[in-house]
T-cell receptor, first 113, second 109 residues
Framework: SQTIHQWPATLVQPVGSPLSLECTVEGTSNPNLYWYRQAAGRGLQLLFYSVGIGQISSEVPQNLSASRPQDRQFILSSKKLLLSDSGFYLC????????????FGSGTRLTVV | DAKTTQPPSMDCAEGRAANLPCNHSTISGNEYVYWYRQIHSQGPQYIIHGLKNNETNEMASLIITEDRKSSTLILPHATLRDTAVYYCIVNNAGNMLTFGGGTRLMVKP
């Protein structure tokens, strides 16, 4: 069966520090991968999506970047965190070209102090 | 993708059916209706989706009107653990899901 792993679960980082969040998927090949962010009390905002290795599309300009070094690995990064980067970060995957839904990871709650 | 309209909040008594409405009057012929829910501090969970026909699974039933301009998610016997934000999304298969505000369902004892 397919599983998605996201870590860490919680993270407190000072302003100006770097960030690296990792997401891996097991049990499927060539998935679509997504990074979403949810600010406190707000809805989910799509940040990045990827349809293949090295293929990254950004939905909104921001202080973040994403990379997909392997088929089932998706990384969210920042060189210097801002206070506004605080939020709940969620990774998700879906089947390429499929009509089924997304499967989300358990999320990382990031607090920038 | 077509936009959806959902009530911001609803209450339901434990053990009763929860009927969550969604309007999607601009849905196009190849767009599916998806339902997700998000329990506090967790990632969204896929519930069900459909194109034209009504659908049922172990979690819920999805009723889509004949003109496809609205749908209803039915939780047949709501429990306290069903308290969550429920998102209705219409999407062309293969496109990115865009989440709106959803309906905050509160199941009360």
């Amino acid at each position: 069966s397919q599983t998605i792993h996201q870590w860490p679960a919680t993270l407190v980082q000072p302003v100006g520090s770097p960030l690296s969040l990792e997401c891996t998927v097991e049990g499927t090949s060539n998935p679509n991968l997504y990074w979403y962010r949810q600010a406190a009390g707000r809805g989910l905002q799509l940040l990045f999506y990827s349809v293949g290795i090295g293929q990254i599309s950004s939905e909104v300009p921001q202080n973040l970047s994403a990379s997909r070094p392997q088929d089932r690995q998706f990384i969210l990064s920042s060189k210097k965190l801002l206070l506004s980067d605080s939020g709940f970060y969620l990774c998700a995957w879906s089947v390429l070209g499929g009509t089924g839904g997304y499967t989300f990871g358990s999320g990382t709650r990031l607090t920038v102090v | 993708d077509a936009k959806t309209t959902q009530p911001p909040s609803m209450d339901c008594a434990e053990g009763r059916a929860a009927n969550l409405p969604c309007n999607h009057s601009t849905i196009s012929g190849n767009e599916y209706v998806y339902w997700y829910r998000q329990i506090h501090s967790q990632g969204p969970q896929y519930i069900i989706h459909g194109l034209k026909n009504n659908e049922t699974n172990e979690m819920a039933s999805l009723i889509i009107t004949e003109d496809r301009k609205s749908s209803t998610l039915i939780l047949p016997h709501a429990t306290l653990r069903d308290t969550a934000v429920y998102y209705c999304i219409v999407n062309n298969a293969g496109n990115m899901l865009t989440f709106g505000g959803g309906t905050r369902l509160m199941v009360k004892p």
